[in-house]
């Protein structure tokens, strides 16, 4: 998606330790034309897809996630991180190790909300090591719903997540994905630039 590519050379900021900050339009402040733009992206390409509700994961999941689903005009469902203790039985919940924050943490849905008969597509800002992804496919198949694909804003294609939910069959659809970057030099080159 040629105007997210532009922007995220234009306002990305390559941090230490594969860290792609884009906080100036995607996850802290937020453009919305930008996001209306995303998507009317995924809607195009999981046009083929019956899509009953979205799933992400809280906190710069919710965001997009919100603006995606306008065009798919379903609910959004979002996975809470949680320490709670004894919440099995209401919940579906497993394990995520953080990205960028290094530490394991549960997640959970309320079996109200995701069930048999649900099609689900999972959204997220950035695909790095696939945890996130993995945790919320993992919440879809506990709950007997059927996972239809999975919409990735920015996947960095050096890092392991895409091969390995690819190569588990999973449909996923990155609008931007950066094959390499460079911190001292502040430059990215994405998968399909020359
Ligand atoms: P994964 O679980 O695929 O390793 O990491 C995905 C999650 O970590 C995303 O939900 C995102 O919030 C965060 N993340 C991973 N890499 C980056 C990055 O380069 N920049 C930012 N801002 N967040 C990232």
Partial sequence: ?????DRI?????IKAGNVLKVDSFLNHQMDIKLFGEIGREF???????PVTKILTIEASGIGIACIVAQYFDVPVVFAKK???KNIAGEV????VESFTHGRVYDIIVSREFLGPGDKVLLIDDFLANGKALEG???LVRDSGAELVGAGIVIEKGFQVGGDLL?????RLESLAIVESMDEETQTIVFRDDE
Wanted: proline share 0%.
């Fill in 43 to 49: 809607k195009r390409r999981f046009a083929d897809v």
């Fill in 166 to 170: 690819r190569s588990e069959g999973i």
């Fill in 9 to 13: 050379r234009k306002d990305g900021k």
């Fill in 82 to 84: 949680t320490q709670t």
């Fill in 136 to 138: 919320l496919a993992a």
């Fill in 92 to 95: 579906y919940t497993t394990k």
């Fill in 1 to 5: 998606m040629q105007i997210l590519k």
